[in-house]
Every structure is written in structure tokens, then in C-alpha cells.
């Protein structure tokens, strides 16, 4: 029989043993006999255990009457779901330790304490990890990238972003991943997370932001590529002005932006543009005037000292008084 079937004579016995095969007969000399449906049923046992069920369930599946099939398939869903989520998980940890590339069992008894340190349930530890990860031996690079994208703490996310910029650019192509998540916290933690890397693969990646269809994202993006002197984050940094949405930051990057002459009248003369729309409000008419006051060259001392005169009082008042300024300077 365990020929015929290639289930073991051991296993035959234990089937026999815990009620799940009753071999028909015996010969004279003690051996077992079994019929045709004795070896229907063993086969029977051997199919639902290939489908992962216990010898008890599967004893319960050809014994009981009562037994639905369907109950006993939908919790085995369930939980070859939650082995393969566990079996995912151990294999991205896996990949992640031999990622950061360890020279020893140390290093990896390191990288294993900062990757729990990462998944713990304190924003307290997962800060500490975040910001002791630089000094100690490999990063999992991608893990905190990861990090980075789910974390809502703010301080921990502040600590994950600054710990990406000191590890490189390992992360970025997860981060440009986060840019078209469609979650738009991840969107946003990814433009976050991308603008503190200061290298041309980071900077390409804010520029392709620049077209996204979300506004957060390309405001990050604008703000960034402000400082770094790139041109076109111009025109969504003075709708950001319009728009008073993060106002100030926007007028500073396009300060930056102007200590380049040639870009100084592109700038002006986009901020005239705007303020000679009808249809922009009196506060926004102000800030604009604002962000003159800090762009050098004659286009926008012209177009202050016709501001000056405005019909508008507070604008009028904002343009003398940004005169001034520019005249003491």
C-alpha cells in the first residue's frame, strides 16, 4: 500500500492511529488489508493536506456531516494570506540587510535592531533610529525611504528625511515611486523627502514634479527648485504668492532666483504681468508688490514706482514704502 501510494507505512500507521484510515481487514499473519475505498480515502487525506489543512481539519472535512466546505476554504485564504504577508516581510528584510551590503554579524545584528527600532509603535524610538542610522555602520537605505513615506509624526519624519539626505541617493528611485502614490500624504512625503537630497538625479526628479497634477506636490517641488536656481519653478511660485500659500517662502525663493540678472527681469516682468490682471484681489495685488521689493533691475524699480501711484491705497502705500527700502540699499 505505501508503494501504491507513496504515503509512508509510518504515516499509514499514524493515519490509523488518530482515526483517519481504518484499513478494512487483517490477513492470518497480522498484516493489513485494504479495500478499494480505504485507498480512495488516503488519497482523499493527501489531497486536502496539500491544500495546507491539519490532520484534525482534514479528519473533520471527510468525517463530519455537518461540514461546509466553503467556511474551511475561506479561512484557508485568510491564512495563506497572512503567511505570504509574513513570508513578504521576512523576504524585504532580508533583501534590505543585504542591501546595505554587512561586512560581518555585527553589521547585521545592527541593521536587524534598526529596522525593528523603525516598525516600533514609540515615535520617540523610531526618531532615535532614524537619526543614529547615519553613524552606525550600513543603512538599509530603502528602509528608510519606506520609513519616510508612511511616517506621520512629524519630528520622525523630519529625522527619516535628514537621514535619506546623509545616506546618498539609494532612495530616491522608492521616493519617485511615493511622487505618483495615490495617497496624497505619500505624494507629499515623497516631494518632502525628495527636496532635502541636493544632487541632479533629486533635482531632475522635482522638475518632472513640477507637472504633477497635484498642487502640494508641485509647490514642494517649486519651492525646492527655487533655491537651487532652477527657472522653471517661477511660475508656480507667484501663484503660490497669489494664492497666499506659503507666500513668504515663495517671494524668498524667487529672491534666489533674481541674483541672476537675466532671470531677475524674466521675474519682474511675470510679476507686472500679474498684478496688471484684473482679475487678481487687492491682497494678492500686495503681495506682489511684496515680492518686488527684492528683485534687483529696472523693470521692477519701473514698475514699483508706477505702483507707487496705484489706484489701489494699500497697494499704493506698499510701493513707496518698498521704494524706500530699495533706495536706502
Given at each position: 500500500m505505501a508503494r501504491r501510494s507513496g504515503v509512508s507505512a509510518r504515516m499509514l500507521r499514524h493515519y490509523e492511529s488518530l482515526g483517519l484510515v481504518r484499513p478494512t481487514g487483517r490477513t492470518g499473519a497480522g498484516y493489513r488489508e485494504y479495500s478499494s475505498e480505504d485507498i480512495r480515502r488516503i488519497f482523499?487525506?493527501?489531497?486536502?493536506?496539500?491544500?495546507?489543512?491539519?490532520?484534525?481539519?482534514?479528519?473533520?472535512a471527510l468525517d463530519d456531516p455537518g461540514f461546509r466546505p466553503s467556511e474551511l476554504v475561506d479561512d484557508l485564504i485568510r491564512q495563506t494570506r497572512e503567511r505570504i504577508a509574513s513570508e513578504t516581510?521576512?523576504?524585504?528584510?532580508?533583501?534590505?540587510?543585504?542591501?546595505?551590503?554587512?561586512?560581518?554579524?555585527?553589521?547585521?545584528?545592527?541593521?536587524v535592531a534598526l529596522l525593528h527600532a523603525l516598525g516600533s509603535e514609540s515615535a520617540g524610538k523610531r526618531q532615535r533610529a532614524a537619526l543614529s542610522s547615519v553613524e552606525e555602520g550600513p543603512v538599509p537605505v530603502e528602509a528608510l525611504a519606506e520609513a519616510a513615506l508612511s511616517e506621520a509624526d512629524p519630528n520622525v519624519a523630519g529625522a527619516l528625511r535628514w537621514a535619506l539626505a546623509q545616506s546618498g541617493d539609494g532612495g530616491l528611485p522608492l521616493l519617485a515611486e511615493g511622487l505618483g502614490s495615490p495617497v496624497a500624504e505619500v505624494r507629499k512625503r515623497a516631494v518632502q523627502s525628495i527636496a532635502e537630497i541636493s544632487n541632479g538625479e533629486a533635482t531632475a526628479l522635482l522638475q518632472d514634479a513640477l507637472t504633477s497634477r497635484d498642487i502640494v506636490v508641485r509647490r514642494y517641488a517649486a519651492l525646492a527648485l527655487g533655491a537651487r536656481g532652477v527657472a522653471d519653478a517661477v511660475p508656480t511660485l507667484i501663484d503660490m504668492i497669489v494664492e497666499e500659500t506659503n507666500d513668504a517662502d515663495a517671494a524668498d525663493a524667487l529672491s534666489a532666483l533674481a541674483s541672476d540678472p537675466a532671470l531677475a527681469e524674466q521675474i519682474a516682468t511675470s510679476l507686472v504681468g500679474c498684478l496688471a490682471d484684473g482679475t487678481v484681489e487687492s491682497p494678492a495685488r500686495r503681495r506682489l508688490t511684496q515680492a518686488l521689493a527684492d528683485i534687483p533691475g529696472l523693470t521692477a524699480s519701473r514698475a514699483l514706482e508706477?505702483?507707487?501711484?496705484?489706484?489701489?491705497?494699500?497697494?499704493?502705500?506698499?510701493?513707496?514704502?518698498?521704494?524706500?527700502?530699495?533706495?536706502?540699499?
Open positions: 482523499h487525506i493527501e489531497s486536502l493536506r496539500s491544500l495546507g489543512l491539519s490532520l484534525r481539519e482534514v479528519k473533520r516581510e521576512l523576504l524585504t528584510r532580508l533583501r534590505r540587510i543585504g542591501a546595505a551590503e554587512p561586512a560581518g554579524w555585527e553589521d547585521v545584528l545592527q541593521i508706477d505702483l507707487s501711484h496705484d489706484k489701489d491705497r494699500a497697494v499704493a502705500l506698499t510701493a513707496t514704502y518698498v521704494l524706500k527700502l530699495r533706495d536706502a540699499r
